[in-house]
């Protein structure tokens, strides 16, 4: 099946700094790609959906500014957590679409980012 | 967008007894999908089940789905210690493909 590749698996950083989370879809072109969150035994919350060549669309509730999500190729998102502090530690989640000539979908999933703030 | 809640929210099971998870949901779907996930760990997709259809099997596993009472089940059966994990379900509605909306989860436990 198709691959997709999430890197940190882990990342541990300090309260005010930056951290990138990438999301590769590593054999298929995604146009679509989604960003989840996931607290210890809570299931997962869309935060936005990033789209190729354009805005990313957020949930509501979730900061644009605080959460920075680049889609600038058809195999790459990065989620920007900025000026991290601890209540932003969670596991952080990335799925892509991978759509065929009849335009139906498959969704695969990353293994996670667990980020912590110290 | 709401979440579905699932039940129960954990189950505990000896080898060999099947396990059975229930879903529920609160809006219109095109699909609904089932997901595992090992601790720490992404998701693995299960099962999908569209709207029109009410009974789907793969495995050991299968997938009933009742759009009139916005309801589905999981069952697994002769479970496996390896069967540990928790179970999401998933629903996909309106135009936006892919983005999905995740129940509770059940947290499955299989003794050995």
């Known amino acids: 099946g198709a691959v997709v590749s999430q890197h940190p698996s882990r990342v541990i950083c300090k309260s005010g700094t930056s951290v990138k989370i990438e999301c590769r879809s590593l054999?298929?072109?995604?146009?679509?790609m989604f960003w989840y969150r996931q607290f210890p035994k809570q299931s997962l919350m869309l935060m936005a959906t990033?789209?190729?060549?354009?805005?990313?669309?957020?949930e509501q509730g979730v900061e644009k500014d605080k959460f920075l999500i680049n889609h600038a190729s058809l195999t790459l998102s990065t989620l920007t957590v900025t000026s991290a502090h601890p209540e932003d530690s969670s596991f952080y989640i990335c799925?892509?679409?991978?759509?065929?000539?009849?335009?139906?979908?498959?969704?695969?999933f990353g293994e996670g980012s667990r980020l912590t703030v110290l | 967008s709401q979440q579905g809640e699932e039940d129960p929210q954990a189950l505990s099971i000896q080898e060999g007894e099947n396990a059975t998870m229930n879903c529920s949901y609160k809006?219109?779907?095109?699909?609904l999908q089932w997901y595992r996930q090992n601790s720490g760990r992404g998701l693995v997709h299960l099962i999908l089940?569209?709207?029109?259809?009410r009974e789907k099997h793969s495995g050991r596993l299968r997938v009933t789905l009742d759009t009139s009472k916005k309801s589905s089940s999981l069952l697994i059966t002769a479970s496996r210690a390896a069967d540990t994990a928790s179970y999401f379900c998933?629903?996909?509605?309106?135009?936006?493909?892919?983005?999905?909306?995740f129940g509770q989860g059940t947290i499955l436990t299989v003794h050995p």
């Open positions: 089940i569209r709207s029109n259809e």
């Open positions: 809006t219109s779907i095109n699909n």
């Open positions: 054999d298929f072109q995604a146009t679509t």
């Open positions: 998933a629903t996909a509605g309106g135009t936006s493909y892919g983005k999905l909306t």
């Open positions: 799925s892509a679409l991978k759509t065929d000539r009849l335009n139906t979908g498959e969704l695969f």
């Open positions: 990033s789209n190729e060549g354009s805005k990313a669309t957020y």
